[in-house]
């Protein structure tokens, strides 16, 4: 199944091109690796596809569907959990001033922290090597990772804005922001437009994205499935 646009089935788009080298295949579904993410999607509603999303989550473990409408009834499989979001996507960035704080590149060297950080503050599903999966910029204050934002799922032509966060501590600096300008100006530098999902009910960061040029496109489920 190809989608009528790349986002609107990101996790497929992603998996099939770019990001397949993170892939786990099972039959017709797709997965990212458990160190590096969790989210999964099928490549249609057939019963040997759904198939193959069970028997994907029997040997990986949970994933997490993030589609408008997602398919919940895969045999072997039960709904965790089921949440409102909003995929917003930016042609262009709000003007905005320059950071007047020092950003740094983030890497392998920094992931541990990385994980303390996204663990600390739950911005989203982070794991072990999700910091692989594009590049990554961070704050830091007397050497602690205090804020820190990054690139996800990578469908062509697009790439995701994720992994936006900043410790308890440090909020109200403006890092999450300038943060977020920067992973996207480079996006868009690249020639590519930049997108992000969000929860709903979370109306403050989906302001701060507003603020920075981003709209939402689409309305999206977050699906989380277990071994049913």
């Known amino acids: 199944m190809t989608p009528a646009h790349p986002l609107d089935l990101p996790v497929l788009s992603a998996l099939q091109g770019r990001h397949s080298p993170f892939a786990l ?10 160190d590096y993410g969790v989210f999964a999607a099928v490549m249609d509603r057939s019963d040997e596809s ?4 069970g028997a994907l989550v029997a040997e990986q473990g949970d994933v997490a569907l993030l589609e408008a409408d997602p398919p919940t009834d895969a045999p072997g499989v039960a ?5 409102a979001g909003v995929q917003m996507t930016a042609q262009s960035l709000a003007p905005g001033r320059p950071a007047d704080f020092e950003i740094v590149a983030l890497g392998d060297a920094d992931g541990p922290d990385m994980l303390a950080l996204a663990t600390l503050t739950q911005p989203g599903p982070f794991f072990a090597l999700t910091h692989r999966l594009g590049d990554f910029l961070g704050v830091r204050a007397e050497g602690r990772l205090v804020a820190m934002a990054g690139e996800r799922m990578k469908p062509d032509g697009f790439t995701e804005v994720s992994g936006v966060c900043t410790h308890p501590d440090h909020r ?3 890092y ?8 996207s100006q480079r996006i868009l530098d690249r020639g590519e437009m930049p997108f992000l999902h969000a929860y709903a009910s979370n109306s403050g960061a989906i302001a ?4 920075l040029g981003f709209s939402v496109r689409r ?3 977050m699906t989380r499935l277990t071994r049913g």
């Not at 999450?176 to 992973?183: D, E, I, N, P, T």
């Open 25 to 34: 295949v099972q039959g017709a579904a797709r997965r990212y690796h458990p």
């Open 50 to 53: 759904l198939a193959s999303l």
């Open 79 to 83: 709904i965790v959990s089921q949440d």
């Open 172 to 174: 109200g600096r403006g």
């Open 176 to 183: 999450a922001g300038a943060l977020m300008r920067l992973v």
């Open 208 to 211: 701060l994205y507003k603020s």
């Open 219 to 221: 309305e999206v489920l």
